[in-house]
């Protein structure tokens, strides 16, 4: 099935970005200001910056109040605007070196008038606009001759290109390109019509930046689309320890293996197949209807697809070696992905997304792989509550991060620390969504009578003694209204 960047989409991308507490220097918006020649500026500010702040791409957004962030809805159409005689976007390309593959989206949000231009990250130079470069300095666009600092840092981060933009192989020709590549399901899971030509085709994967001509006539091959759309990840010699390995385990311990599945082409191609061989591998528990049997998986499979999208998107792909691996035992999967997080395991379910490989988040939202950015772990806490399994334990070991899902468990057979972290993972999704926990709330994620409201009251108090909660009102003395915040809160 084909999936396209859909208005949905971009309305999740601009309700993402409105969030931001005030413009940065990979991000601008505007009202009704359609100047080509601010424009043009601002493409060659924005393009140069998103490579000093480490992002794949930058957005100039109309209809949106740049101080409150209010939507205005906009009057501007790219579709519509001119330069003299010429359309926007082709007087655009023209005065831009090297030009970028930009978009304008315009759609609906919030029931007014929206138009998003997506600018890509300067690749191998600054980018220039009738000969000149710009930065963005705060939220200022300046003339980047003018800052000698960031033009050296500049130049210095293109010689330190992100991962996905160093190249997976060099010097080949167009054969060789679409032999390694499997361009067909990377242009479907696009929403890209397959183009009629071998030119168009070539054309078409360098304007997405997954592969470029280089000087010598022939093409070379970034490791993003490598990563995401290989036949083979082996043909590619340094991705090949990067295939996901799903292994299943005779017991709860690692003594026996049963049996052990490899992922072989990319990623993105090879996502729901791997997603199919953990299903296969899974136990499974039977639950009975009203008049069948069923059998379903052990672990919700949103959970299982959520923190697979995540172990690929946060790895570490300097950490030579190491793929991402899934480990099947009698009473838990764990999830392990090289490279330890940037941000502290406690806070998965709260912090501001960070992305070692922006690039590749970027591209595996567009493919719906995964969605909108920040909400993997909201959706697997609220997954394992909603199907009363313990709680998720997340956590470092050596140079490798994990995450584990548990199999069923009445709460009276848990441990002290996984009460713990069941109530502070409910603390934290509960004020996620601006509601604090309360005795009540907990009582009901961990099925636990109203009888025995005792024990629960028992595990709040050593969740605040380890430090994991507080109280929302410290003044407030009745025990029945007493309600509780994650620490951080």
């Known amino acids: 099935m084909t999936i396209n960047r859909t208005p949905d989409y971009y309305r999740s991308l601009v309700k993402e970005l409105l969030a931001y507490p005030k413009e940065t220097s990979w991000l601008e918006f505007k009202h009704n200001n359609a100047d080509p020649q601010e424009i043009g500026e601002y493409i060659s500010a924005l393009a140069n910056s998103a490579v ?10 109309w209809g949106i109040d740049n101080d409150t962030h209010d939507v205005l809805g906009t009057t501007f159409s790219a579709r519509s605007a001119t330069k ?23 759609f609906v949000y919030q029931d007014k008038n929206v138009v998003l231009l997506e600018i890509p990250r300067a690749s191998d130079r600054p980018v220039q606009f009738e000969g000149r470069e710009y930065i963005r300095i705060g939220s200022y666009k300046k003339s980047l001759k003018d800052f000698p600092d960031q033009e050296r840092t500049l130049w210095r981060l293109f010689d330190n290109t992100p991962f996905e933009y160093q190249l997976a192989v060099e010097h080949v020709s167009s054969d060789e390109v679409l032999a390694l590549l499997d361009y067909s399901h990377a242009f479907e899971m696009l929403g890209i019509p397959l183009p009629e030509s071998r030119a168009s085709i070539m054309s078409r994967l360098e304007e997405e930046q997954l592969i470029r001509r280089n000087t010598s006539g022939k093409y070379d091959i970034f490791n993003l689309a490598a990563i995401l759309f290989a036949k083979e990840l082996k043909m590619f010699r340094h991705l090949g320890r990067k295939k996901v390995r799903v292994i299943i385990y005779e017991g709860d311990s690692r003594i026996q293996t049963i049996r052990e ?5 990319g990623y993105a191609i090879g996502f729901e197949e791997v997603l199919k061989s953990i299903d296969l591998l899974l136990p499974r ?3 009975i209807g009203k008049a069948f049997r069923r059998e379903v998986p052990m672990f919700p499979p949103l959970a299982v697809r959520e923190l697979l999208a995540n172990a690929l998107i946060h790895q570490d792909f300097l950490i030579t070696g190491a793929g991402p691996m899934v480990e099947i035992f009698a009473n838990r999967m764990e999830i392990t992905n090289p490279g330890t997080p940037l941000v502290s395991t406690d806070r998965f379910l709260d912090a501001s997304p960070r992305s070692r490989n922006d690039a590749l988040a970027s591209l595996m939202r567009r493919m719906s792989i995964c969605e909108e950015r920040g909400t993997g772990i909201d959706k697997v806490v609220f997954q394992t509550e909603f199907y009363q399994l313990p709680a998720p334990l997340f956590g470092t070991k050596l140079e490798s991060t994990f995450a584990v899902l548990f199999a069923p468990m009445p709460s009276s057979q848990m441990d002290k620390a996984e009460k713990i972290r069941a109530c502070y993972l409910h603390a934290c999704l509960r004020y996620v969504t601006q509601k604090p926990m309360t005795n009540s709330t907990l009582r009901e994620r961990l099925g636990i009578a109203e009888k025995n409201k005792s024990i629960v009251s028992r595990i709040i108090r050593d969740a605040l003694e380890a430090g994991f909660l507080k109280l929302k009102d410290p003044t407030e003395e009745s025990k029945k209204l007493k309600s509780y915040l994650p620490f951080w809160a």
């Open 52 to 61: 000093l702040e480490g992002k794949s791409h930058s957005y100039l957004i």
């Open 84 to 106: 003299g005689n010429e359309e926007l976007e082709n007087w655009l390309l023209r005065l831009l070196s090297p030009r970028p593959h930009f978009r304008f989206i315009e």
């Open 261 to 265: 599945v490899e992922q072989h082409n």
């Open 285 to 287: 528990n039977e639950v």
